[in-house]
Every structure is written in C-alpha cells, then in structure tokens.
C-alpha cells in the first residue's frame, strides 16, 4: 500500500473543508466560530457534570473506588457499541452506497489504497462526535483521582485499538450484510440491522439496571452488593482492556501490558480481517447494492387514506409536498424503521421511571415527592424530543439533496415549503411527547393537577421543538450529505440542540410556579386568592407565547433567506 495514493484520496475532502472555511462570507465564518464556541461550552459542561458526578462516587466510603470503576466499565461498553453500530452504517455508506465511487473506481488506484482511504473516512465520520463526548469522562476521572502524566499517556495509548476495531468489525459486518443478501432486500435488511443493533443496545443498559449500584438495599447481604460491585465484564472483551489501563493509570499501578497489548493487535487485528474479506466480497457487495429497493409500505392504499386524511387542511400544492415526503420517506427502509428505535426508546423511559425506588414515598409529603419527581421529568421528556426532532425534523429540508433546485425553481412561496417539511412531524412529536409525559406522571403517582401540567408543556414543547427543527435545518441545510444521520451529527444540529434545550428549559422554569403554588395550597387545605390565580394562569400564558414563537419565528427567518441559497448543483 502506498501512503501516498491513501493521502491523495483524503486530500480532496480535507481540502474541502478548509476551503469551505477559508472562502466563506464574514456571516459564515462568523456562524462556524458561534458552532465552535458553542460546542466548547458543551465540552465544558459535560465535564463539569461527570467530574461532579466521578467525584461524588469516589467520596462514597469503602466502595467508592469499586463504583467508579463500575460506572467506567458501564460508560466504556456503551461507547464501544455505539462505535461498533455507527461505524457498520458509516462503511455501508462510505464503501458502497457513496456519490463519488463511480468516479474513485474508475480511476487507476490500488484496491488496496482505496479501502484504507475509505476506512479512515469511516472511523472519521463515526468516530469523531463519539470521542468528543467521551473525552469528559477520561478528563473528569483523572482531575477526581488526582491522576498525572502517566495516566494521560494511558489513556492516548488505549484509544487507537479502542477506536479501531470498532472501524474494522463495522467494515466486516457491511460487507458480509451487503454480499450475503438478496439484491431485493439488501437494503431492509441493512437498516434493520441497525435498528436491532442500537435496540438491544438501549435494552442491555436498561437490563444491567444501573441504579442498583448505588442501593444497597436491594440485595439480601454486604457480601453480595460488593460482589455484584465487583463482577467483571466479559474476560475477551475490548471495553474489559481498556478498563484495565485506565483503571491501573488511575491508582498508579503497574500498567497491564497484556491488557494494553490486546487492544492495540486487536485494533490491527480487525482491520486486517476487514481487509481481506472486503477484497473477496467487494465486487458482489457493490453490484447488489445498486438493486432498486422495494416501495410495497409507499404504495399501501391503507397509507394514502390516511394522508389524504391528514393533509386535507393544506393547500393543494403543500399537500402534495407532505404527500411525496412521507411516501419518500416509507420508500426508504433506512428511514421508517427507525421508528422501532423510538418505540424502544418510549418503552425504556417507562421501564426507567417504574425502576425508581418510590416505594417509601408514602402520606402527603411522600405523595408532593411523587409529584415533584414527575414535574422533573418533563425535561427528559424534552430532550428526548429533541433527539427524534434532530433526526427527523432538523434533516427534512436537507433530504431535497441536489434535486432542491426543481423545488427552487417551482411557482412555491419558501414558507410554503417548510410549512410542508413541518406538518408530517408534528403529530408523531405530539403522540411521543405525550405519551411519555402523561405515561412517567402515571407510574410515578402523579396527580391529577401535575398530570395536566406536563400534557400542556409536552405539548407546548413539540410545537416548539418542530418550528426550531424545520427552521434551523432550512437555515443551515446541507445539500451534499448522503445520509440523513450525518445531517442529524453536523454542527448544525449541535447548535438546534442547544435552542431546543434552551426551549425546554424555559418552559420547565415557567411551570414550576404554578405546580409549586398548587401544592402549596393542596397542603395549606384553602383556595387561591387573586395573586395566586395570576400565578396559576399567566405561566401557562407564558409557555404558549414561548413555544408559539419558536413555531413560527425560525419557519419565517429561515423563508426569508432560503430562496437567496446558491442552488446545490450551481
């Protein structure tokens, strides 16, 4: 393999960005720096919250330094497995179903070159956003355990072979999925996979039930809570290595050279595994990741009842934008079953909330705590929100790819369009968020004044959230990418993130007031006077102004400015 022909293949995406940088207008630059300080600031924060929360375990006498190891094990298989499952769709996308390998294959390059450049491209692309967010951790457990240069150099030394082999068991597992299905059902079945992937992820760490680790109580003896403490992961496992290391860093140990000298051959190892069975199948994979996929769910006679049902307020122009996005996005498997992943997602925030010890919430203040702890939770309600509207949402106006100049060039007023890219999503994010809202008041107790407040606010949350997708997606869309996973991971999306929970936020401070009076007068026993009616009523006032503008404020900003867009393929 020559070095260079592997540079020369990363050489034109690397300049393409800095270009993109260095030829960009003063408002561009200006937004790029705003995304870099912004995604600073989030850095931050999630230092701050795991360096509290690795301190506050380490302070727990005796079993402290037993926790905290168990929470590293716990923080390092989901980051395994999350590289594991975005790398197997980055590979599919990058090795076989990318825009550019008519051009790349025909070029006179080695076989050899090109897989590397595109393995480096995958790791890149899957990596990057995992490791950033992971990086807090590794900085918050050494400032808690006081650790030193050794530790730091552990840690650079663990993260090749613990980024690698998730790179080469995702390149393995895309190119054996694309040559060993039906060319019919090649696609189905990749996005299934995935699916089924992150779902038994989500299920495994719903099933460990974390919060056992910090509950003595719900095990019969000392001995047996210290053991299930100290219960190791799997011997043959990479997360198990990594742990090794790091923890052997952290208290100043010898380091375990076996442990370290696994991770970096097994990262060599998993490449060169990808390699050769790439070589073998890729031709067969390539050709029958061509096939035409099937559109049995787009022409379902069932599905056009409904949207005819659910359009018929629209204009007829926007109706038939709604109608083409949904049958669009039912033609594509790698986007409609993502809605299995939400359904695990719902089912895991329920499974969660009953997981919660309230059994000793118990007379008027037990039941205020119930009440108080399912208030809290409408901020996970919208966060979760957020994430299904960063997918889903925030990518619809992005999804027209290069074919946005035929909408472009169309007699359509742009509030139109995104009227259109708004109403699709707007019940399933009412549906979600009620659902869960309503659902984690029910298990927890709540009453029935709570139980209004959070159905309000949930639903205030997805208008707001929706208007804030749509309009920042049509604001900062990406025409170019081919996946909408790789939208929903730009800087973009990083910063719709940021106003979204700067929306939910918002709406959780104004309603605390009139949850809190109403408990309050439910223990004084009397009715509220005429301040407190003010108090009970205005916040809610509040929160429909609040999420009325970010409905419709971002659709009109970004109207405003998405027609004077340079056409994607100008």
Not at 235 to 241: A, N, S, T, V
Request: hydrophobic share 60%.
């Amino acid at each position: 393999m020559s070095p260079k022909a592997v540079a020369a293949l990363l050489w034109p995406r690397l300049a393409g960005q800095r270009n993109r940088f260095a030829r960009a207008s003063l408002g561009e630059r200006r937004t790029i720096t705003a995304f870099g300080a912004l995604g600073f600031g989030a850095w931050i924060g999630l230092f701050a919250l795991f360096g509290w929360l690795v301190y506050t375990a380490y302070g727990v006498e005796v079993f402290g330094p037993i926790i905290t190891r168990r929470l590293l094990e716990m923080l390092l298989v989901g980051l395994f497995s999350l590289l594991c499952f975005s790398n197997t769709i980055a590979a599919i996308s990058s090795l076989y179903l990318s825009d550019d390998l008519e051009l790349l294959l025909s070029l006179p390059v080695r076989r050899e070159a090109f897989f590397y450049a595109r393995l480096i491209d995958t790791l890149v692309q899957s990596s990057w956003m995992v490791l950033f967010f992971g990086a807090p951790v590794f900085v918050a457990y050494g400032f808690a355990y006081g650790a030193g240069l050794t530790y730091a150099l552990a840690v650079l030394a663990v993260l090749p072979g613990f980024v690698l082999m998730p790179a080469g068991i995702g390149v393995t597992v895309a190119s054996l999925l694309v040559s060993g299905i039906p060319a019919q059902r090649v696609r189905e079945a990749m996005a299934f996979l995935g699916v089924l992937a992150l779902g038994a992820v989500l299920i495994l760490i719903r099933l460990l039930r974390p919060e056992r680790l910090v509950n003595a109580e719900d095990f019969r003896s000392l001995a047996a809570y210290i053991a299930e403490l100290q219960t190791p992961a799997p011997l043959l496992f990479p997360p198990r290595w990594a742990v090794e290391v790091v923890e052997a860093a952290l208290r100043d140990k010898e380091l375990p050279w076996l442990e370290l000298g696994l991770l970096s051959t097994g990262g060599i190892a998993a490449v060169g595994v990808a390699r050769q069975i790439t070589a073998v199948v890729y031709d067969q994979a390539r050709a029958k990741a061509q096939a035409a996929r099937a559109a049995r769910l787009a022409r379902s006679g069932a599905l056009d009842k409904i949207l005819a049902l659910w359009t018929a307020p629209l204009s007829p122009i926007v109706r038939s934008i709604v109608i083409k996005d949904v049958k669009a996005f039912f033609r594509d498997p790698s986007q409609w079953s993502q809605l299995f992943v939400v359904a695990a997602i719902v089912a895991i925030a329920m499974a969660s909330a009953s997981a919660m010890p309230t059994d000793f919430l118990n007379g008027p203040v037990g039941q205020y705590l119930r009440e108080a702890l399912a208030f809290g939770a409408l901020a996970l309600v919208g966060f979760i929100m957020a994430s299904l509207s960063a997918r889903f949402q925030f990518t619809a106006v992005s999804l027209e790819g290069r074919a946005f100049w035929i909408v472009r060039t169309a007699p359509l007023h742009p509030q139109a369009l995104l009227v259109a890219k708004l109403w699709p999503g707007l019940l399933p994010m009412v549906v979600v968020g009620e659902v869960l809202a309503l659902g984690i008041g029910q298990i927890l107790g709540a009453g029935p004044v709570v139980l209004a407040v959070t159905a309000f606010s949930a639903l205030a949350m997805a208008l707001g959230i929706s208007g804030l997708a749509v309009g920042m997606g049509a604001l900062y869309p990406d025409f170019k990418a081919d996946n909408a996973a790789r939208i929903a991971a730009g800087p973009s999306a990083m910063l719709f993130m940021l106003a979204s929970t700067a929306l939910v936020l918002g709406v959780a401070v104004l309603e605390v007031i009139p949850v809190g009076i109403s408990m309050s007068l439910r223990f004084q026993e009397r009715d509220p006077n005429g301040a407190e009616w003010l108090g009970l009523l205005l916040p809610h006032l509040g929160v429909a102004v609040l999420s009325g503008i970010a409905l419709v404020a971002p659709i009109r900003i970004a109207a405003a400015r998405l027609w004077a867009r340079e056409l994607p393929n100008s």
